[in-house]
């Protein structure tokens, strides 16, 4: 695997397993995250699989993720 940075194409992150919730619709609109060998976490848009990459450490994943059970962000998506 190349250098790994934010805003790589994300088809350059060769051999990563690329996932998406369940809850996706059929229309594609989801991202997808990708687990990386040094523990950080890619995020890409499924509509633009070969488009750039977002990479965060597991730290700020882990935040992400925390303050979205916490429905810190449900005013985004919220009417």
């Known amino acids: 695997m190349h250098h790994v940075y934010n ?3 994300a088809t350059d992150l060769d051999g990563v ?3 998406k919730s ?16 040094d523990g950080s976490v890619a995020v890409r848009n499924s509509r633009h699989p070969d488009g750039p ?8 994943i882990e935040a992400m993720l925390l303050g979205v059970k ?6 985004l998506v919220g009417g």
């Not at 990459?53 to 700020?60: F, I, K, M």
């Open 7 to 9: 805003g790589m194409a």
């Open 17 to 19: 397993a690329w996932q």
């Open 22 to 37: 369940m809850h996706s619709n059929s229309q594609g609109s989801c991202v997808e995250f990708a687990k990386l060998a």
């Open 53 to 60: 990459a977002l990479v965060y450490t597991r730290a700020e």
């Open 70 to 75: 916490d429905g810190e962000f449900d005013h």
